[in-house]
Nanobody, 128 residues
């Protein structure tokens, strides 16, 4: 399995910004499909963003235009830049990896079942 460690969460005022980081193990990180999900109390885990080997990106509708996912293969790291944060963005944010992507699609990468490995999560709290 891939080990994933998130960091960068915290408390921020509405309208502010945070950048989350996720460091992954593995010598073939450049081929991984990486993603961010989030889960708020009482809600299901929600797709936020994904990025593939060629840096093609996918976004959930609630964050498009505000969040940006990126990766640095030399550092085995994926980032989530979050701008214009809203109270409804408050959640635990999880990094996920598919280390053996066979097929990829907009709908496929948004499914929990697409990913084999998950980080421990990092809390993001946005005050209104």
């Amino acid at each position: 399995q891939v080990q994933l460690v998130e960091s960068g969460g915290g408390l921020v005022q509405a309208g502010g910004s945070l950048r989350l980081s996720c460091v992954a193990s593995g010598r073939t990180f450049s081929s991984y499909v990486m993603s961010w999900f989030r889960q708020a109390p009482g809600k299901e885990r929600e797709f936020v963003a994904a990025i593939n080997w060629s840096a093609y990106t996918y976004y959930g509708g609630s964050v498009k235009g505000r969040f940006t996912i990126s990766r640095d293969n030399a550092k085995n790291t994926v980032y989530l830049q979050m701008n214009s944060l809203k109270a409804e963005d408050s959640a635990v944010y999880y990094c996920a990896a598919n280390a053996n992507p066979i097929l990829e699609s907009r709908t496929g990468v948004a499914k929990l079942s697409y990913y084999d490995d998950w980080g421990q999560g990092t809390q993001v709290t946005v005050s209104s």
